[in-house]
């Protein structure tokens, strides 16, 4: 049975339950912690590293790292948002993102997070990795160029019997996302839009719905990213 702990973040003071990842912990005290990879409830995958913080002094995924009681987290610090932007920055010269051309655009969470972390221009030489479009699904368009290897959908949509529609492809610089076409065929429609959905970024879009929220009235076209639980208790 989990029990009541306390901890800091930041040095302020939280509350949270043995066993809760940090990352949730904090956001039910209002401190956002920023994710790409992670969701809620989901088997955390800890690829992307967005989520670093430091506990008790050290670096740690503060979405696969349970809290502990008495433990102090640093969140905000330069240190930390450095290493955060050095990420986004990473991840926008490792793929082909074009903003302005994105059904994504004002829904993004990198595209989020690079005006959070104010990214102007990256500190890395840019890849331009090429990579197929695959769009022979009848449902969803996947553009490789966007993914960024978070697992999301790997781990979230599949189908009753479990097995997933999406999955790697590759190794190394080659590695890709991958639809299975023969579970792609039927591939319920709201399946397709969840898929859409927890992409982080603009590597999964449902055909034939473009700019159903037209630009400007998106996500975080008028509320930065973090906002929401930055405000829960305030
Ligand atoms: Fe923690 Fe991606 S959100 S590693």
């Known amino acids: 049975m ?4 306390k901890f800091t973040i930041d040095g302020k003071e939280c509350e949270g339950q043995t066993g809760q990842l940090i990352v949730d ?7 956002y912690i920023p994710v790409l990879c992670h969701w809620r409830d989901v088997v955390p995958a800890g690829s992307c590293r967005i989520c670093t913080v430091k506990v008790n002094g050290r670096f740690m ?6 809290i502990e009681d008495a433990c102090s987290v640093e969140n905000n610090t330069p240190e930390l948002q450095d290493i955060r932007k050095a990420i986004v920055e990473m991840l926008f010269v490792e793929g082909n993102h074009f903003c302005p051309a994105c059904e994504k655009s004002g829904d993004c969470d990198l595209q989020a997070l690079g005006y959070r972390y104010q990214m102007m221009v990256p500190r890395f030489p840019y890849a331009f990795e090429r990579r197929e479009l695959d769009a022979e699904s009848p449902k969803i368009f996947l553009e490789k160029n ?6 999301r959908c790997i781990r979230m949509i599949k189908d009753e019997q479990g097995r997933s529609y999406f999955g790697f492809k590759g190794r190394g610089k080659h590695l890709e996302i991958a639809l299975d076409k023969k579970l792609a065929e039927n591939m319920s429609e709201e399946l397709a839009m969840e898929a859409m959905k927890i992409c982080p970024v603009g590597a999964i879009l449902r055909k034939e719905v473009g700019f159903a929220t037209p630009i400007g009235e998106r996500k975080y076209d008028n509320v930065p990213i973090g906002s929401d639980i930055e405000n829960l208790q305030k």
């Open 2 to 5: 989990s029990e009541k702990i």
């Open 25 to 31: 912990a904090a956001a039910d005290n209002g401190v």
């Open 61 to 66: 995924a503060a979405c696969t790292t349970p």
């Open 146 to 151: 966007r993914c960024i290897f978070c697992k």
